[in-house]
């Protein structure tokens, strides 16, 4: 079936870059999101990229998609304390029609 | 525009009642789908509405149940509840099918239930 794995935790110092990892299963995936959640929130959509594309950029955020791999990036340039949140990959399965999750990355961010 | 409302925010129930949970998606938007959020299971897909029909149904038992009217409002139901439905429940608009580029989704502020 349909898996999408993450790193739990990723710690960053405040002006550094953060990549946050993500892979998944389904080869017939189209699309491949990025959301993020602050505490006590819902998912907010950060950015996405159609999985004909190897990278995407938007403003601080830059996307790499290595579909060979199934791996799938988030980089975040010049982190700030308040990118502090949990970072959800998401695939749209094709084969189940529906968003898949991933387990979510906690990014914590130090001055 | 407003986003997704979610209603209540927070609700605590008893073993064994019955809760109605509401979404009004974004002004336009015939989808919505809704997930269950907890620190051991993550983000579970429960099922989506498309112009009133289900569309899609996630792994869960036949406690959850839900609706969608024809202003695309949709509610969600779990009855005879239990300890493990202690969730976050969120509610997710998009314009269309979810998975493409101008059908993302959007979330609302989520549902926090407390079953005790």
């Known amino acids: 079936g349909e898996d999408v794995e993450q790193s739990l935790f990723l710690s960053v110092r405040e002006g550094d870059s953060s990549v946050i990892n993500c892979t998944y299963t389904d080869s017939s995936s189209t699309y491949l999101y990025w959301y993020k959640q602050e505490p006590g929130a819902g998912l907010q959509l950060l950015t996405y990229i159609f999985s004909n594309m190897d990278m995407k950029q938007d403003q601080r955020l830059t996307v790499l998609l290595n579909k060979k791999d199934k791996h799938l990036s988030l980089r975040i340039a010049d982190t700030q304390t308040g990118d502090s949140a949990i970072y959800f990959c998401?695939?749209?399965?094709?084969?189940?029609?529906?968003?898949?999750f991933g387990t979510g990355t906690r990014l914590q961010v130090f001055p | 525009k407003a986003g997704v409302t979610q209603t209540p925010r927070y609700l605590i129930k008893t073993r064994g009642q019955q809760v109605t949970l509401s979404c009004s998606p974004i002004?336009?938007?015939?989808?919505v789908s809704w997930y269950q959020q907890t620190p051991g299971q993550g983000l579970q897909f429960l099922f989506e509405?498309?112009?009133?029909?289900?569309?899609n149904k996630g792994n869960f038992p036949g406690r959850f149940s839900g609706r969608q009217f024809s202003n695309s409002r949709s509610e969600m139901n779990v009855s005879t509840l239990e300890l493990g439905d202690s969730a976050l429940y969120l509610c997710a608009s998009s314009p269309g099918q979810p998975g493409g580029a101008d059908t993302e989704a959007f979330f609302g502020q989520g549902t926090r239930l407390t079953v005790v």
């Open positions: 998401a695939e749209w399965g094709h084969n189940t029609d529906k968003l898949i």
């Open positions: 002004s336009g938007h015939r989808s």
């Open positions: 509405y498309f112009s009133e029909t289900q569309r």
